[in-house]
Each structure stands twice: as structure tokens, then as C-alpha cells.
């Protein structure tokens, strides 16, 4: 049954084929047989999943039933989930029953979806291999010595490897679209404030966004359907009509404009990806999509940009984890200071020290507008390249990575080699843009990744560009060796 | 040497709001510890604020008060620093673009002048919670119910010259923001806070002298007592060769001393930047208009239209508008009884001297304003002359009913049939033949003393119901007939 | 932009992160390696650029002033690591 789409199991289910209960019991199975090895789930509730698939079956039985109802997904452990533990790969929480529901999740509570597990993730989201974990690292299931990616490196490997049906990421500088390509699926990450914010423990406030991973388009569309809207309990959502996603995927492509922007093509870029690209942009062609070159001109100062920013945010954000309502608390502390700097020495990996130190940096007194206001500005002149861009093209092509996935190890020691990998990536979180990353083709056994980025609320579009490239190629039907 | 002192305050209020500024939690003072702290309160992972209409509104009703600039895009930043009452390690804050901007206020001094003292801003934020030091096995209790409640902070020019003026100021505010319905003003709960920032300088320099910051003042008496004792503090730092260091202090009123609050090793850096999880709030032109229709007269308009349309003294109209309650209850009286004079005589001297003794406020007065109203109209009238008045008053404090009831009851209404008078006096004078007669052969010097036993005897055979005027009249006319 | 061992110690002070003696070299590598890469964007001139600080550019809007949230403290306190009284509790705070 694993072999099928999230779609082909949603007509499955709503044929009878199977019962959710069924599909549940079937992936559980899974997990426990296979994911010892690629430790891509940190929590598994099975009995929660089962009690859902009954319920979800009632309502298949009684036609209550949605798309995704009785459907198994995997939630990444930064989604809060009442009454089950949403670590967010940090000792910090390794003990943090969550008390409330996050929107995401309660929407897909609400459609009748059911829940397997929380997924593995880098800490705090803050990392792009999926090494940062407090619960170790995740293998690819391509390639077992190399990484998922990340940081929704555990929801990358666990719908590759066909443990759930699909799963939520968040994409704060590439966290959906660069793990889903290292994976050979399909990521989106969405216009800033599409999806609520609501519960979903925040690394950088202003470039989070919640998206779907699964292994098509026509699956993204059906997810991100359940997932967007307006939510009034995040002052960032926007309050705008939701539209079906599904609507116009069988769209043709025809006339469709394409821009390659010529800063992603240049030194860095694997010759392999470069080709695998090349091919893609090939295949467009001939869908009747009109190809042209563009620039991003301020693209190479993304990443001083977004690593200011994204720290900054987040140095302030995770001073919340302070060893006193929540969390870990250091034994016996000696007094208040002790409180604070035991727990979160002890509480906190050291990826995310860093970049809380970088952000208390970035936003000491003296140094503010040398970095957080100069990151700010770099910021409205990345949002301008692309404002510019849109107005020649409909959409932009791009790899996901300059390399397919690297080995466990390779860049732990080197930050800013690791910080480096998510060049093509953060733009879009910078600018808000939505973007979606799809399979390309391989590079031997590791998957090759590309993404279309899209002016705001173009999701429709990007689905459609994706769907339809899919129904001329088979990349995202390739399925890992063991799986 | 002679020193000039420096003041300026910074006035925290908490916004009269039901929910916080945050969160939809309730703000009610006095709950059990941690009742009123919800997710967002308690900063749980995951959690976002989202901002109360109700402390915008009442944030530009102040700045529209105080003729102050709206910040009509204005921003809410983080201040970041770590403290067990502060959940999220920042407090969300309004750094460079607060929603209330350059305004001013004029205070009346104890001389009658009045002094106009600049506001240089006022901005939103949330209010921590609260450190119990009680001893919990040497730790101490955190409560979280009043973090995230909406407080104002009300920043001063340094343009106050004594503590009195600053108590003058403050207590400017306190009405204000009583008038406006913005804050109960109740400090002792610590609705209304205030931190004094004082600084000395010789006489006639031109810069300030270093200033220090004497944190969390709960009482008008208070600011008087600790900014006096830090100026005396630094005065006598600079005369002995000392320098003063700037740094945040607290007042002891027990020992009547400051002292230096959290001694730190390092200056505070609170990284301030616009908070991430909120946009900047834009104020229409319409709403500031709205707002502005819905403004109550203030205590400046109040006071002067009490001395043009009542022709009352400044010091009787600052007195009676000083808070709105005083000033509705002194309208309703005038107008019950259509004598503004008299009324303001009750409300200023009987009445505030029973609530002084009872220790209540206006509001919770046994005697209503329409009860005084109808007894000063019985005065008017000749019912009852000022000095049954003051029974009656009492007797409408106990609650034995209306000025009218009350007469009635005890028979107090004043005597005014002349036959009945002259009956009465015939009566006092014959009891009293031998002064009658002294009087009779006095010169005019001493006669005036010796009439007013005659009155005081009439008075008492009355028991105070025979008509002063009448009496007074009458017994010249047989006295000297 | 270099960092050296007293500027790691007071940002590690600052974000409340203690810190062993002995890792203050590697970490102090480290953030002056990322510092290095974020200070390639001192060099463009962004004079008379406007800062960006949401992608979106709209405005907050406004809750209405009701009490919509009801006492949790048990449910709440329950994942706390000290509570007494209804009181978390910490370390004795002086001020």
C-alpha cells in the first residue's frame, strides 16, 4: 500500500479498498521494521494514531469523509501537539508535553488525518543537515552514509522512505525545499503568513513558514489545501482567500515564463546538478514554457543577510527556555545566574549557542545598525530583485543545493561550509516568496533537487508548473532501495 | 553653593482594559498566583501575541489629552533581558516609534501658578509579573497574573525643579488619567507607578548633573519624600568631593533612604529590535477623529468652566475638578439645588470631611448628590437654617433618609410665624429680667455683646428652629422698645 | 569581524549560556568564522534603503478587548520543573 501517492491512498481509502486502520497498522509496522536504521521519527504514537484511524474510519463509513481523512501523516517535532511531547530535537524539551494544539496540526486533526508520529529534526530548526538533533543525526534512505538534509531532515527521510504518506516541514532559510530535494520529493514552502504560525515553536519569527512534503505535487496541493488560511490568533496570517490548490494543475504550460536567474548557475554549482537542471529546463521547453535568463543581482549576500537576521530573531526568541515554567532545569542550581546558565548550557546544543550568540551580537549596542539594520536593508534589496524579476518571468528555476546530499560528518566541524549549502534557498524566506522544490533527476544513488519560486501567493501556479512536469517524468516515482 | 534639583518621571500605567494586551486573559487584581497566566501569558513555545484594540484606543485618548503627536505608524520592539517575572526573557516594548509622541501638560502649583511641563512620549508595553520573597525553602514564588497586562508609560521632560513640583505633576497625571477612564489611578494595587529620575546641578549651569533613577514609587507622599532624600543624598556626594554614579535605586520609606537596586557588573544592553511576531500598527485619520468626539471634558476645561459659568474661586474649581467624580458629584448638587456656591461650600467642607473620616471616596458616599442638593434647597428656602443644615446633614449620613424626611421626623422646620417668635422671646426675656435690665442701661460698645446672649437664649428655647433674622429682629425691636 | 575570548565571554553572558573555560578558543574559532561570512555585506552601500522587517509589509490588526482564556494553572503547571503554591518557583531572586 506505501507504493501509492497520497492521492492514490485517499481514493484507496474512500473506495474501500482499505481502511484507515489498516494503512495505519501498515506504516507502523514500517516504522518500527525500518526506521531503526534511519531514526527519522523522535516520537511514535501509535496509539494515538489508532484511535484517529478508527475515527477517521467512521467517518469514511458515514461520507464525513475529506481528501485527507484516515490519511497517515508524520508531524516535524516543532508542531505543538496536546499532550504529546514536542521536543523540537533539543534536550531543552526532551520533556515538553505540549498543553496546546498548533494550528497546523489541529487542521489536520480536523480533516480526519491521522497522526504517526513527531518527526527528527535539526535543533530548533537552526541546522541543514539534520545533525544538530539532540536525538542524532537521520539517514538518507538513498544513501544511508549520507544526510536527509534539513532542518525537516526527519519528515524528508520518513516520506522517502515510505513511513507515512506524507509529512509537515517548516522552511525558515530552505528547511522544507532542501531536504525534500535531497530526497526526491516535493516540498513547499508557502508565501510568508499563508500558514499560521500558531504553536509551531519558532526559530525566526519573520522566514518561518509551515509547509507539505510529500512525494507529488498533486499531494503537496491536497496538503497545503488543509494547511492555509487565515488564522486569527497570529498577527502575521493573512487574512485572504484560500484557493484551490487542486484547481489548475492539468493547466498547460503553455506561455509559461521561465527565469533562470544567472547568479544560481554560477561557481559552486555541481556540474552533475548543473545538468540535471539543464534537463529540466529542456523538458519545460518542450511543455511550451518560454525560458529566459534573469538576475538576482544582491543574491550573494543572502546569507550574511538571513544568518543576522535568523539569529538575531532566534536569540531572542529562545530566551523563553529559561529552566523555570517549562523545559529542562539544571540540578540544584545555586542561584538565579546559575539557573539560567546551567540549563541552558545543558538545555542547548551547540549550533544553536552559536547562533544565539551571533543574534545577541548582531543586536548589542554599538553593533545594531552595523548588522541587524544593514541585514534588514540587504533584506528589501533582495525582495526588490525579485519584485523586478516577476515582472519579466512567471516564475524562477533554480537547483535546491550546489551539491546532492553530503556525507554524515562531512561539514560538522566547518559552520560556515554547512551555512553555505543553503545559498539557493534563503532568498525566498528573505523576500517571503513562495517556492516548491521537486526531483530532478540523480546523480548515482543521491537525488537531485530543483525548486520554482513564485511572487506571492502564486501556489496555484507553482503546483500547476510542478504537476505538470511530473506527468512527464519519473523522478519523484523512484522509490530508495530497502524501501 | 547653591543647587538646583532636576526631575523627571516616568509614570507607568496600567490601561483599564478586561483582557491583556496580548492575550485574552482577564486582568483582575488580586487573583490567585497563576489563574490569569495563559499560554501566551506563561510564554509557552509556539505562542503568539496578538494586540488589544481597547489599549490602542486608550493610549491615543491620553496622547489626544495631553495635545501629544499620534504615532500613526508605530512600532512594538522587544527589550531583551533576563528575569523570572518576565516570561519570554523580553518584554514587548515601543522603542523608536511609540504611539504617543511629543506632548505637554500644565500643572497648578500650591501658589496657584501654573506650569506647563513637556511629555516627551508615551508607548505601550506589557507588565511583568510579580517576585513573592516569602520564603519557599530559599527560593522564591513567581506569579505571572499581571505579566501581560497593558501598562502606559508616560515619559517627562526633565522639567520639574523640586519635589513638589513632581508631586504636582504626578498627581496632574493621576486625574487625567481618572478623567479619561484609562486607568483606576489605583496605586496601592499599583495601577500607577512611578519612577523619578533626579539629578542636581549648581545653579545656573547649563547641563544636567548625572542622574539616578529611583525605581517604582507607590505613593503621591512617597515621590515627595524619596526624591528629597536623594537630592540631600547627592548634594552631599558632590560637597564631599563625591561624584554620583548613574544607576537605578530603591526607596526605603521605613529607613527614608534610596539604595542602590541590583548593583551591575555590566551595563544593561537590551538589544531592542522590532518584534517579529507583530506588523506595525497603522492609526487612521477617522479613528484619531472618533476618538477625539468621544474625549470627556478634561480637568483644565472643567476647572475653567467652573470659574466662568459658577463664578467659583480658582482654588474652589481645581479643588472640585480634580478628579471626575468630585467634579460630577459638585455638577449634580449645583443642579438640584441651582446654587453653586453653597453647593460647592457642602461638597468642599462637610462632605469631604465625612469621607475623610470615614476613609471612602466620593463614589461610595452615604450621602448622594441629589440628597445634599435637596437640603441646601431647604436652606434656601428658610426650611432649615445652616446650622439645622448641619444636623440634618449628619442625619442623612446615618441614613435616616432625605433632607425632607429628616425635617419632617425630628421637626426641625424652622420657626417663622413672627407671633409664635415674639411669644417665645416675651418668655426668654422675662426669665432673663435682670439682664434686660443691664442691658438697658449699657452704653452701645457693650449692648452688642449682651445681644448676642439674648439671641443664644432665643436660640436654645427654639432649639435652633426660630429664624435667625426673624429672631434677631424682633429682639432689638423689644430690647430697645 | 574577529571576536576574541572577552567578547565571547560577555556574549555568552549576555544570552545567559555558560560556558567552560577551556571551550572558549573553539568557540570563539567559530564565531569569528561566522562573523567573517556575515561581514561580506558591510560592504555594499545601502544608504537610503529602507530596512525590511516583514516580508508582507501590512499592518497588525486588532484584537477586540474580550476575556476569552479561563484558569489553566494545573494543566500548565503540571510540565513545570518547580511549583508550590501555585508559585514557580526559583531561585531566590534579590534585588
Known amino acids: 500500500m506505501h507504493e501509492k501517492t497520497l492521492a492514490g491512498l485517499s481514493q484507496a481509502l474512500r473506495s474501500k479498498a482499505i481502511s484507515s486502520v489498516e494503512l495505519t497498522e501498515h506504516y507502523l509496522k514500517r516504522i518500527d521494521q525500518l526506521d531503526g536504521t534511519l531514526n527519522s521519527f523522535i516520537t511514535v504514537t501509535p496509539e494515538l494514531a489508532l484511535e484517529q484511524a478508527r475515527a477517521a474510519d467512521a467517518r469514511l463509513a458515514d461520507g464525513s469523509a475529506g481528501p485527507l481523512t484516515g490519511i497517515p501523516l508524520a508531524h516535524k517535532d516543532l508542531f505543538c501537539t496536546r499532550g504529546v511531547r514536542t521536543s523540537c530535537g533539543s534536550k531543552m524539551l526532551d520533556n515538553f508535553i505540549a498543553p496546546y494544539e498548533s494550528t497546523v496540526t489541529q487542521r489536520f486533526i480536523d480533516a480526519g488525518s491521522v497522526t504517526l508520529g513527531k518527526t527528527n529534526m535539526d535543533e530548533f530548526a537552526m541546522g541543514s543537515s539534520n545533525e544538530s538533533s539532540f536525538y542524532g543525526p537521520v539517514r538518507n534512505p538513498w544513501n544511508l552514509e549520507h544526510i536527509p538534509g534539513g532542518s525537516s531532515g526527519g519528515s524528508a527521510a520518513a516520506v522517502a522512505a515510505r513511513l507515512c504518506a506524507a509529512a509537515t516541514g517548516t522552511d525558515t532559510g530552505g528547511s522544507i525545499r532542501q531536504p525534500s530535494g535531497f530526497n526526491a520529493l516535493t516540498g513547499l514552502k508557502p508565501t510568508y503568513g499563508r500558514v499560521s504560525r500558531w504553536g509551531m515553536i519558532a526559530y525566526a519569527s519573520s522566514l518561518d513558514q509551515a509547509g507539505p512534503m510529500a512525494r507529488t505535487a498533486e499531494d503537496c496541493a491536497l496538503l497545503l489545501q488543509a494547511m492555509a488560511g487565515f488564522d486569527d490568533k497570529d498577527s502575521t496570517s493573512v487574512d485572504q482567500p484560500v484557493p484551490d490548490y487542486s484547481a489548475e494543475l492539468n493547466q498547460p504550460l503553455a506561455g509559461v515564463r521561465i527565469g533562470l536567474p544567472k547568479e544560481y548557475f554560477a561557481s559552486g554549482l555541481d556540474s552533475t546538478t548543473a545538468d540535471a537542471i539543464a534537463a529540466a529546463v529542456k523538458q519545460f521547453q518542450a511543455l511550451g514554457a518560454e525560458v529566459k535568463d534573469i538576475s538576482l543581482p544582491n543574491a550573494d549576500l543572502a546569507i550574511p543577510a538571513y544568518y543576522v537576521i535568523a539569529s538575531a530573531e532566534a536569540s531572542s526568541n529562545l530566551s523563553r527556555f529559561d529552566g523555570v515554567r517549562f523545559g529542562y532545569r539544571c540540578d540544584n542550581p545555586a542561584d538565579l545566574t546559575d539557573l539560567y546558565l546551567r540549563s541552558r548550557a545543558e538545555g542547548f546544543g551547540d549550533e544553536v549557542k552559536r547562533r544565539i550568540m551571533v543574534g545577541a551580537y548582531a543586536l548589542s549596542a554599538g553593533y545594531y545598525d552595523a548588522y541587524y539594520l544593514q541585514a534588514q536593508k540587504i533584506r528589501r534589496l533582495i525582495k526588490n530583485d525579485f519584485m523586478a524579476a516577476y515582472e519579466q518571468v512567471d516564475v524562477i528555476l533554480c537547483p535546491t543545493s550546489p551539491t546532492p546530499a553530503f556525507r554524515i560528518g562531512e561539514k560538522i566541524d566547518d559552520p560556515v561550509s554547512l551555512y553555505l549549502t543553503d545559498i539557493y534557498t534563503i532568498t525566498a524566506n528573505l523576500a517571503g516568496v513562495p517556492g516548491i522544490a521537486l526531483p530532478a533527476g540523480f546523480a548515482g544513488d543521491l537525488p537531485i533537487g530543483m525548486q520554482l519560486l513564485g511572487p506571492y501567493f502564486s501556489e496555484p501556479r507553482l503546483l500547476n508548473i510542478a504537476h505538470q512536469y511530473q506527468q512527464h517524468t519519473d523522478w519523484h516515482t523512484r522509490t530508495p532501495d530497502g524501501f | ?481 | 569581524m574577529a571576536l576574541d575570548r572577552s567578547d565571547v565571554e560577555q556574549l555568552a553572558h549576555l544570552a545567559r549560556i555558560g560556558i567552560q573555560d577551556e571551550d572558549i578558543p573553539a568557540t570563539t574559532a567559530k564565531l569569528s568564522s561566522i562573523m567573517g561570512l556575515i561581514d561580506t555585506m558591510q560592504a555594499v552601500d545601502t544608504s537610503g534603503v529602507e530596512p525590511l522587517a516583514h516580508p508582507l509589509e501590512t499592518t497588525q490588526r486588532l484584537r477586540a478587548d474580550v476575556v476569552t482564556e479561563s484558569n489553566q494553572r494545573e494543566a500548565l503547571q503540571a510540565i513545570a520543573p518547580a511549583t508550590e503554591q501555585g508559585l514557580y518557583l526559583v531561585p531566590r531572586v534579590i534585588e
Open chain 2, 1 to 481: 553653593m547653591q543647587w538646583e534639583i532636576v526631575i523627571g518621571l516616568e509614570i507607568h500605567a496600567q490601561l483599564t482594559t478586561a483582557s491583556k494586551i496580548f492575550s485574552g486573559s482577564a486582568t483582575t487584581f488580586g487573583a490567585e498566583p497563576n489563574t490569569q497566566a495563559s499560554l501566551i501569558d506563561l510564554g509557552m513555545p509556539g505562542t503568539l501575541p496578538v494586540l488589544n484594540a481597547q489599549a490602542v484606543k486608550n493610549a491615543v485618548k491620553f496622547g489626544l489629552a495631553i495635545d501629544a503627536e499620534i504615532g500613526m505608524t508605530n512600532v512594538f520592539a522587544r527589550k531583551n533581558y533576563f528575569y523570572p517575572d518576565l516570561p519570554k526573557g523580553y518584554q514587548i516594548s515601543q522603542m523608536e516609534l511609540p504611539i504617543v509622541g511629543k506632548g505637554h501638560l500644565d500643572i497648578t502649583l500650591d501658589d496657584g501658578t501654573v506650569k506647563r511641563v513637556g511629555v516627551t512620549r508615551a508607548h505601550l508595553e506589557e507588565d511583568a509579573g510579580k517576585s513573592l520573597h516569602e520564603d519557599f525553602h530559599g527560593m522564591s514564588g513567581i506569579d505571572l497574573n499581571r505579566a501581560g497586562t497593558p501598562l502606559l508609560e508616560i515619559v517627562s521632560e526633565p522639567d520639574m525643579r523640586s519635589a513638589k513640583e513632581a508631586v504636582a505633576y504626578a498627581k496632574t497625571i493621576h486625574s487625567l488619567v481618572r478623567y479619561l477612564g484609562i486607568c483606576d489611578g489605583n496605586m496601592a494595587e499599583g495601577s500607577l507607578r512611578c519612577d523619578c529620575n533626579v539629578s542636581v546641578r549648581p545653579k545656573g549651569q547649563a547641563e544636567f548633573g548625572t542622574r539616578c533613577e529611583i525605581k517604582n514609587v507607590n505613593s503621591f507622599r512617597f515621590i515627595e519624600k524619596a526624591i528629597n532624600t536623594e537630592v540631600q543624598r547627592q548634594i552631599e556626594l558632590i560637597e564631599d568631593g563625591g561624584k554620583v554614579v548613574q544607576e537605578t535605586r530603591l526607596y526605603d520609606p521605613n529607613k527614608d533612604e534610596t539604595r542602590s537596586m541590583r548593583s551591575k557588573e555590566e551595563a544593561n544592553d537590551y538589544r531592542y529590535f522590532p518584534d517579529p511576531d507583530l506588523l506595525p500598527v497603522v492609526i487612521e485619520p477617522a479613528f484619531i477623529e472618533q476618538v477625539r468626539g468621544e474625549l470627556p471634558e478634561l480637568p483644565q476645561q472643567k476647572r475653567e468652566r467652573f470659574q466662568s459659568e459658577f463664578g467659583l474661586s480658582a482654588y474652589d474649581a481645581s479643588v472640585l475638578a480634580a478628579s471626575r467624580e468630585m467634579a460630577d458629584y459638585f455638577e449634580q448638587v449645583q443642579q438640584t439645588c441651582g446654587d453653586a456656591k453653597l453647593a460647592a461650600n457642602w461638597v468642599m467642607g462637610e462632605l469631604s470631611s465625612l469621607l475623610n473620616k470615614s476613609d471612602i471616596e466620593i463614589e461610595q458616599s452615604p450621602v448622594s448628590a441629589s440628597q445634599l442638593g435637596g437640603m441646601i434647597l431647604r436652606i434656601k428656602d428658610n426650611t432649615i437654617s445652616g446650622k439645622i443644615a448641619k444636623m440634618v446633614f449628619e442625619a442623612m449620613a446615618a441614613g435616616e433618609g432625605d433632607a425632607d424626611q429628616i425635617i419632617e421626623a425630628r421637626g426641625l422646620k424652622q420657626v417663622t410665624d413672627s407671633g409664635a417668635i415674639e411669644a417665645m422671646l416675651d418668655e426668654v426675656l422675662a426669665a432673663n429680667a435682670e439682664q434686660v435690665e443691664q442691658y438697658r442701661a449699657s452704653d452701645e460698645a457693650k449692648r452688642g455683646k449682651m445681644f448676642g446672649f439674648f439671641v443664644g437664649q432665643a436660640m436654645k428655647a427654639s432649639k435652633g428652629k426660630a429664624n435667625p433674622q426673624q429672631v434677631n429682629q424682633l429682639l432689638k425691636q423689644k430690647l430697645e422698645g
